[in-house]
């Protein structure tokens, strides 16, 4: 019954910045995880950041480590990712997902919710 609905792609250069919203509605968030995925052309979707709705530590792939955060806004049952120095190979359609906790945090099959998706281009 959860909807997200993600938003704030676009094409950014190398080496700027851009951030990605998605908001969720729908259902509270007492025992759920949220997080991106991405998906480039001609490549599998993959996992890029994770946190719980009830906070602690985030995830990280290792591609962005460094250069991605994911935040929440409890208020506004959004949450984003900030992509700091992106780099051309970030350039993907980018996805919200979320599911309730457990299983793998890169597994595609450990969430039940996913948003249409926010193409992401990054230009040299």
């Known amino acids: 019954q959860v909807q997200l609905v993600e938003s704030g792609g676009g094409l950014v250069q190398a080496g700027g910045s851009l951030r990605l919203s998605c908001a969720a509605s729908g259902r509270t968030f007492s025992s759920y995880k949220m997080a991106w995925f991405r998906q480039a052309a001609g490549k599998e979707r993959e996992f890029v950041a994770g946190?719980?709705?009830?906070?602690?530590?985030?995830v990280y792939a290792d591609s962005v480590k460094g250069r991605f955060t994911i935040a929440r806004d409890n208020a506004k049952n959004t949450i984003y990712l900030q992509m700091n120095d992106p780099k051309p190979e970030d350039t993907a359609v980018y996805y919200c997902?979320?599911?309730?906790?457990?299983?793998?945090?890169?597994?595609?099959?450990?969430?039940?919710?996913w948003g249409q998706g926010t193409q992401v281009t990054v230009s040299s």
């Open positions: 946190v719980r709705w009830s906070g602690g530590s985030a």
């Open positions: 997902a979320g599911g309730m906790y457990g299983g793998d945090w890169v597994l595609l099959t450990s969430y039940n919710d």
